[in-house]
């Protein structure tokens, strides 16, 4: 499967975002996908993560502010980013595979990234 992240941008603080991550491939319904992202100078760390049947998971920096979601009929999965914060800016990626997890070696298809940038 391949991945194409977009809907980054600069914006500023308390204001919302919302990130697409488009899939090629017919069994991507059968994929878990996940988002992650990468500050400059730090790992790659998640952020929220949704299963082939819906499930999801957030990392406790995103809960109650970010809502990842899926549209299998469009191939795509979004996450809405609301009340930004500074520290949100990074560089955010998708990944898909054949899981459900948090962790960034579980994933072998990544999209290439979409840069946020949240201003004070």
């Known amino acids: 499967v391949q991945l194409q992240a977009s809907g980054g941008g600069l914006v500023q603080a308390g204001d919302s975002l919302i990130l697409s991550c488009a899939a090629s491939?017919?069994?991507?319904?059968?994929?878990?996908v996940g988002w992650f992202r990468q500050a400059p100078g730090k790992e790659r760390e998640f952020v929220a993560a949704?299963?082939?049947?819906?499930?999801?998971t957030y990392a406790d920096s995103a809960k109650g502010r970010f809502t990842i979601s899926r549209d299998n009929a469009e191939n795509t999965v979004y996450l809405q980013m609301n009340s930004l914060k500074p520290e949100d800016t990074a560089v955010y990626y998708c990944?898909?595979?054949?899981?459900?997890?948090?962790?960034?070696?579980?994933?072998?298809?990544w999209g290439q990234g979409t840069q946020v940038t949240v201003s004070s």
């Open positions: 949704i299963s082939w049947f819906g499930g999801t």
């Open positions: 491939g017919r069994t991507f319904s059968s994929y878990g």
């Open positions: 990944a898909a595979d054949r899981v459900y997890s948090r962790r960034v070696d579980d994933y072998d298809n």
